[in-house]
Structures are given as C-alpha cells and as structure tokens.
C-alpha cells in the first residue's frame, strides 16, 4: 500500500479560489451546465472483464443488479461503449492517459503472452510500465484543487511506476483474491469500496477525484454457497453470485454519497476495461456470454471490444437517457475536464464526448482504430480493426486477410462481406495503415520456429471467436475445453530464435 498526508485545506481551498475565478472568466464549455465555484467530484469505476450484457439493465435477465440499473435510470446508459484494446493493460492505459495503447507500445496485458511454437508471427516487445513522461488522469486535475485516489487493480506498471508516481495523492491495492464471507467476496470488492468511502470522508469538503478500479470479474472467483444457490438459474452461477456481489458494493458507495449530500454534484462513471471472457480459462469451464456479440475479451470484434458504460451526474447529464453514439474510453479525460470546466487537454488521441453526455451537442465524428498484434490467452491473432459508421473491418496479420462486417444488419459479426465491398475494404484497410504509422505502432515479425500443423490446430480448425457459448451444445463445450488444454500447452520459443526480432 502506498499512502501520502491527506492535502492541506489551506492550499486547496486557494487552488479552488483561483480556479473559481478561472471559471468565471472563461465560462463553461458547450454542454455543461453553469460552473460553480467547487467543481464537481468525480468517481469513477473501472470493473474487470465485465461482459457488454453482465448487468440486467443491458439485458441479461439472469443477473441481478438492482443498484446498476438505478443508476442507470438516474443518468445515461452507452450501448455502443468500446475500449482502447480489448485486454485489461492497455484499456487501462487510455483511460488514465487519454492515448492509444498502440502510440504507448503497450499494447497487451502486462507482462504478455510468451511466444509460443503456434504462432505464425513474434509479438514486439512491449513496454512494461506507461512510463513516467506521460501525464495520466490526476495531474489534469489536481491544478483545479482535486484530491485523487487510485484504489484496486493498476497493472499499468510495476515499482516505481504506480499510482503515486504517477501523481495520484492517495494509492491503495487491496487484494485480488479473496475468501468469500459476510462481509467480503472473492475479489476484495468491499474492502476496495470501503476504502473509496474512507476517502470521500476525509475529502468532502473539497473536490475529489477516485478512480476504483476492482479486480471483478475477473478469474479465478468464487461466492458463499448460499449465493450460489441463489443464483442456480443463471447461466454461471458462480459468476451471477459476483456480479451480484460487485452490485452491492456500488450500492454501499452510492448510498453514501446521498448520506453526505454529494450526490447532486458527483459524477460517477461505471465501465469495464474489456469485454467479458467467453471462452474456458483458468479454472471455470465456463465464464459468460456476450451473445448476441461475435467473441469476446482478446478479441477486436464486439463482443471483445463493446463494454457497458453508465454515467450519472444530476442535472448535467439526462436522467433515463440511452446513448448509442460509438465512444471509446481513451475519451475519458478530455470529457472529464469538459464536464468540469475546465481547460480541454492537448496532444491526446481521445476527444471529449461530453456533448452527446449531457444532451447538448452531437458525438464525435471520426473512425476508430484499434492495433492488436499479439497472440492471446482467448485465442485471438495479430489483427488491427477500424469502425467506419455502421461499417466495421477486422485485418489479420499474420494471413493477410480481412473481414468486413455492415453492423446495422449484421450485429453478430456472422457474415464476411469483404468480397462483395472491395472498394471500401481497400480504404479502410488504407486508413488502418496510415493510422498505424502515424501514431508509431510496433509491428510484428515471423516467427521462424512456427509449427504449422499446430498453428491450424489451434486457430484455423477451432476458430474461438465463433464459439457462442449461449447456445453451444455438449458437443461444442467439449471441444472447447481440448481446444483450451492445446492453448495451454503449447511449447514456448527458443529465445535464440528471437535475437533479431523487429520492435
């Protein structure tokens, strides 16, 4: 655990003065309401792995989360949210940066994947950290008077790249795996939130910025046998029983920012860093469904890419409001500092969407790239992926093939209709390109070890992004459960062969 003194009162109450005054001379920006003299606070919850339908108010009828959809209905709920990358690391990355994991070279889970005889091309060398030049969440906001705290799960960086260094007043790890109990679950959700709570204490009286990361729901997990039975009805038990759980915690937090009249001036987001896992991993045959999503977690098609997002913030954002505007969650700091008027931030790959937030202005028009070229856990390649409108292409780079999907008539990505729309795959797959060089993405190089009997084996023979495990038989199951005992085992290169690899 990483801690600092609490901020003097004095020096914050003479930043706010003077970025009060700052306020009033510059206004508030289009689609915000009126500054006040204090700013609003800012909580902002980051979940693990949670799928685009885990929560009943995206439609999953087998999970209960009464809080969330309160929420919900209080403020605006996203349904075409995306991440930065569909892997926790650099999601996490453009959250607290505001740029592309790829500009970053941080481009998969931290440390990685090791390479393995099955891949047709090496991944690049990664870097370990965001390192301590870029200018994350905090700093953008403690010039206005902010006391911030980074809670939960980083993994953005090790010793000597945490929270603290990266200019957060007040960190807290807690603890990833925990034993279920009255009072805990299995991720150390209610010590996270209590912690969070500790901090909106001692800092009421001023403007504070928590970022709550919790390691739910991620694998492994586990709840209390009654929870379970609960929950017998859901299509995982045991993870209905920790969506629940994480659904309580949100609940504690929320009720206590009424209980200290902090709710009408807070905005508090809800998201994921991912979408869910949908394949066996770890200990669990069986995790979630984004269905009616092609994939998920590792994956640049929807079901890996689209994360829920909620956004309640009391007369500045519409109560009730569903939002189908695509954003991306590099978005984050520029739409923060606009619905806190405060200055909009420079050379960042994320724009503010606070427009199409607060009802006021239309969302940002642009495509959306994504740059992926690793090998993963889930099954997924080296692949980049552009959403163009309700067009989408998908490039894999280690077959030269890509894929087209039209959304607004094919939501679960089921019909590749590259051949028929050649122009328009040339294009995107341009802009890809030219998008790739301009932010200097790492790029990938063969791999002259690869066994190809094992690379079809397990990428081509079983293709896991067309597993839908909501309507797969016994049979499929089965498969899949082989198909993950061969990702498992597959044997590590020789670190000679790699000497020359390109970064």
Same mark, same amino acid.
Request: one cysteine or more; hydrophobic letters at 40%; proline letters at 8%.
């Given at each position: 655990?990483?801690?600092?003194?609490?901020?003097?009162?004095?020096?914050?109450?003479?930043?706010?003065?003077?970025?009060?005054?700052?306020?009033?001379?510059?206004?508030?920006?289009?689609?915000?309401?009126?500054?006040?003299?204090?700013?609003?606070?800012?909580?902002?919850?980051?979940?693990?792995?949670?799928?685009?339908?885990?929560?009943?108010?995206?439609?999953?009828?087998?999970?209960?989360?009464?809080?969330?959809?309160?929420?919900?209905?209080?403020?605006?709920?996203?349904?075409?949210?995306?991440?930065?990358?569909?892997?926790?690391?650099?999601?996490?990355?453009?959250?607290?940066?505001?740029?592309?994991?790829? =500009?970053?070279?941080?481009?998969?889970?931290?440390?990685?994947?090791?390479?393995?005889?099955?891949?047709?091309?090496?991944?690049?060398?990664?870097?370990?950290?965001?390192?301590?030049?870029?200018?994350?969440?905090?700093?953008?906001?403690?010039?206005?008077?902010?006391?911030?705290?980074?809670?939960?799960?980083?993994?953005?960086?090790?010793?000597?790249?945490?929270?603290?260094?990266?200019?957060?007043?007040?960190?807290?790890?807690?603890?990833?795996?925990?034993?279920?109990?009255?009072?805990?679950?299995?991720?150390?959700?209610?010590?996270?939130?209590?912690?969070?709570?500790?901090?909106?204490?001692?800092?009421?009286?001023?403007?504070?910025?928590?970022?709550?990361?919790?390691?739910?729901?991620?694998?492994?997990?586990?709840?209390?046998?009654?929870?379970?039975?609960?929950?017998?009805?859901?299509?995982?038990?045991?993870?209905?029983?920790?969506?629940?759980?994480?659904?309580?915690?949100?609940?504690?937090?929320?009720?206590?920012?009424?209980?200290?009249?902090?709710?009408?001036?807070?905005?508090?987001?809800?998201?994921?860093?991912?979408?869910?896992?949908?394949?066996?991993?770890?200990?669990?045959?069986?995790?979630?469904?984004?269905?009616?999503? =092609?994939?998920?977690?590792?994956?640049?098609?929807?079901?890996?890419?689209?994360?829920?997002?909620?956004?309640?913030?009391?007369?500045?954002?519409?109560?009730?409001?569903?939002?189908?505007?695509?954003?991306?969650?590099?978005?984050?700091?520029?739409?923060?500092?606009?619905?806190?008027?405060?200055?909009?931030?420079?050379?960042?790959?994320?724009?503010?969407?606070?427009?199409?937030?607060?009802?006021?202005?239309?969302?940002?028009?642009?495509?959306?790239?994504?740059?992926?070229?690793?090998?993963?856990?889930?099954?997924?390649?080296?692949?980049?992926?552009?959403?163009?409108?309700?067009?989408?292409?998908?490039?894999?780079?280690?077959?030269?093939?890509?894929?087209?999907?039209?959304?607004?008539?094919?939501?679960?990505?089921?019909?590749?209709?590259?051949?028929?729309?050649?122009?328009?795959?040339?294009?995107?797959?341009?802009?890809?390109?030219?998008?790739?060089?301009?932010?200097?993405?790492?790029?990938?190089?063969?791999?002259?070890?690869?066994?190809?009997?094992?690379?079809?084996?397990?990428?081509?023979?079983?293709?896991?992004?067309?597993?839908?495990?909501?309507?797969?038989?016994?049979?499929?199951?089965?498969?899949?459960?082989?198909?993950?005992?061969?990702?498992?085992?597959?044997?590590?290169?020789?670190?000679?062969?790699?000497?020359?690899?390109?970064?």
């Amino acid at each position: 655990m990483n801690t600092t003194p609490r901020i003097p009162a004095t020096a914050i109450r003479s930043t706010l003065a003077a970025a009060a005054a700052a306020l009033a001379l510059c206004g508030a920006p289009d689609g915000v309401r009126a500054a006040e003299a204090r700013p609003p606070n800012i909580v902002f919850i980051l979940c693990d792995d949670l799928g685009i339908n885990d929560l009943a108010c995206y439609g999953r009828s087998d999970h209960r989360t009464p809080n969330l959809d309160r929420l919900a209905a209080q403020g605006a709920r996203f349904t075409s949210a995306y991440c930065a990358q569909p892997i926790c690391s650099p999601s996490r990355a453009a959250i607290l940066t505001g740029k592309t994991p790829a =500009r970053l070279h941080l481009t998969t889970f931290l440390p990685g994947r090791p390479d393995r005889l099955s891949q047709r091309l090496l991944h690049p060398e990664i870097r370990m950290q965001v390192g301590l030049e870029e200018k994350m969440l905090p700093r953008y906001f403690k010039p206005a008077g902010y006391a911030t705290a980074a809670l939960g799960k980083w993994h953005v960086g090790g010793k000597e790249f945490g929270p603290v260094e990266h200019g957060f007043d007040f960190a807290e790890g807690g603890q990833a795996r925990t034993v279920p109990s009255a009072t805990e679950g299995s991720k150390g959700e209610y010590e996270l939130t209590a912690a969070a709570i500790r901090f909106i204490e001692e800092n009421k009286d001023r403007p504070f910025l928590v970022y709550l990361a919790h390691n739910t729901p991620h694998i492994p997990y586990a709840a209390l046998p009654e929870q379970i039975a609960k929950n017998a009805k859901a299509f995982e038990p045991v993870y209905a029983s920790v969506i629940e759980t994480l659904d309580d915690t949100v609940g504690r937090l929320l009720a206590r920012l009424d209980a200290l009249k902090l709710a009408d001036n807070t905005i508090v987001v809800f998201t994921s860093d991912n979408g869910g896992l949908h394949v066996p991993e770890g200990p669990h045959p069986r995790i979630t469904h984004n269905t009616p999503f =092609r994939a998920g977690k590792g994956y640049a098609y929807e079901g890996g890419l689209r994360i829920p997002l909620i956004v309640r913030w009391p007369g500045g954002v519409p109560a009730g409001t569903t939002i189908d505007a695509p954003v991306v969650n590099t978005d984050w700091i520029p739409t923060l500092l606009d619905l806190a008027g405060l200055p909009a931030p420079t050379g960042l790959d994320g724009v503010s969407f606070a427009g199409v937030l607060t009802g006021r202005g239309p969302a940002p028009q642009r495509r959306l790239f994504w740059h992926f070229p690793h090998y993963t856990n889930q099954g997924s390649r080296p692949h980049g992926a552009v959403r163009d409108g309700t067009w989408t292409l998908v490039e894999y780079y280690d077959a030269d093939v890509c894929e087209l999907y039209d959304l607004s008539a094919d939501i679960g990505e089921a019909r590749n209709v590259a051949k028929d729309h050649p122009d328009r795959v040339a294009a995107l797959r341009a802009a890809l390109a030219a998008w790739r060089v301009a932010v200097g993405a790492q790029t990938n190089t063969p791999n002259a070890a690869v066994d190809e009997a094992l690379y079809r084996s397990l990428y081509v023979d079983v293709d896991a992004s067309r597993f839908d495990p909501a309507r797969a038989g016994d049979a499929e199951w089965a498969r899949m459960q082989e198909w993950r005992k061969g990702m498992n085992s597959a044997p590590p290169v020789n670190p000679q062969q790699k000497k020359n690899r390109k970064r």
